[in-house]
């Protein structure tokens, strides 16, 4: 069985004032690629609390509101372990192109969190792409996934 994510849908994203930058940019880069984009904030560099924007992105995804999220913060660490707390939520923590295809290969990831100090904005987007465009393989990784949520 392979899940690939329902452009009908909107996109969640959200982020820390450590993401903002990022997280404009990589918003822009999917309404060019025609995607709708539902930004749950935050609006600008001022210094705020990363779980007051991962929690509205997770809770979108877990509802079915938005067919996948994408949470940017400093390290990325504090944006998945938020989302994670929602059962569901398969949040992924990357930093390179292959991490994101695994985590929808095998891990059947619905949220993409990164890191925007410790990668460029080049391999962001990449990410991005690369996770919006990956299938779950299900198979082998079908009952692991099935496994995660509570």
């Known amino acids: 069985m392979t899940h690939t994510f329902d452009k009908s849908l909107p996109l969640a994203i959200g982020c820390d004032h450590a993401g903002f930058a990022y997280k404009e940019k990589i918003k822009a880069y999917l309404i060019e690629n025609g995607w709708t984009v539902e930004d749950k904030g935050t609006y600008s560099t001022d210094s705020t609390d990363y779980p007051d924007y991962a929690h509205p992105v997770a809770e979108m995804v877990e509802s079915g509101a938005a067919t996948a999220g994408i949470l ?6 504090g944006v998945c372990m938020t989302a994670n707390k929602h059962n569901g939520i398969r949040a992924a923590l990357c930093w390179n ?3 994101a295809g695994l985590a929808r290969q095998h891990n059947n990831a619905n949220v993409l969190c990164m890191p925007e100090r410790f990668v460029s904005y080049e391999t962001a987007q990449a990410m991005t792409q690369i996770f919006l465009s ?3 393989e299900g198979g082998r990784h079908e009952k692991r996934a099935e496994k995660i949520s509570l």
């Open 134 to 136: 990956t299938d779950f």
């Open 72 to 77: 940017i913060c400093g390290s990325g660490n």
């Open 97 to 99: 192109e292959e991490l």
